[in-house]
């Protein structure tokens, strides 16, 4: 089976530039109805912080069939945190995304998770991480297991899905499965006239959403189940509690 897993990072808009949130006003709802539409469950990596600003869209995303997992407590870098300190947030985070659902899946803010914390997440009940990507040093090819947690790797960064249309199915079809794909919500705004890094400005909004839809078109035509991240796990042959 081929697996392709639909993931978005919730959070402010474009951090560490922006405290805005326009992204969950208005971009998480559109992506929500879009996969709606289009009859696909993903993934919705929440910061605590969001999910307590808007406690509705966390509802919704469980209660549409989605993945909820945790992005951290503030979109804080774990990296630079004390053992300590790290855990503590991951311990307050887990215990706010628990109040909306189920939280098995994991993903570090900046994909930035020292190995000293894996451990951590054990002990909080998380059964998948997807933290580390193929494009990042170690650069890891291979889904496998660490203790009890199945680390599954993004597949291209985020910006990959708003290139033009020819160039995304050109790197698309040279992944190799299972592929995971991730966003924020804030892409599926116009962000054209903020002052951020050109990455987090091209091609977002009415733009960026259109092409998440021929991703999923692409996807199903190639032959792909697109799932949650907790259950590609399952489907790739680990016992994980999703």
């Not at 628990?98 to 020292?114: D, E, T, W, Y």
């Amino acid at each position: 089976m081929k697996i392709a897993v639909l993931s978005f990072d919730v959070e402010q808009d474009c951090p560490p530039y922006l405290s805005s949130t326009r992204g969950m006003e208005r971009g998480l709802p559109r992506i929500l109805d879009l996969l709606a539409e289009e009859r696909v469950k993903a993934t919705f990596f929440f910061t605590a912080e969001m999910a307590q600003l808007f406690p509705r869209l966390a509802r919704r995303v469980v209660d549409e069939g989605h993945e909820l997992g945790s992005h951290g407590y503030m979109h804080e870098r774990l990296d630079k945190l004390s053992l300590f300190e790290a855990s503590y947030l991951l311990e307050k985070a887990t215990a706010v995304l628990s109040r909306f659902g189920m939280v098995r899946s994991f993903r570090a803010p900046n994909l930035q998770l020292p190995d000293e914390l894996l451990p951590v997440l054990e002990k909080l009940g998380y059964s998948v991480d997807s933290s580390l990507a193929r494009y990042k040093p170690p650069f890891p090819r291979v889904v496998r297991r660490v203790g009890r947690i199945v680390r599954i790797p993004v597949s291209v960064t985020s910006s990959v899905l708003r290139l033009p249309w020819l160039l995304q199915q050109f790197i698309h079809k040279r992944l190799t499965p299972p592929l995971v794909y991730f966003a924020h919500p804030w892409e599926y705004v116009d962000m054209r006239n903020e002052l951020v890094r050109f990455d987090c400005r091209f091609n977002t909004g009415d733009a960026a959403l259109e092409l998440l839809r021929k991703l999923i078109v692409l996807l199903r035509r190639e032959g792909y189940t697109i799932v949650t991240l907790c259950e590609a796990a399952r489907l790739l042959g680990y016992e994980v509690n999703c």
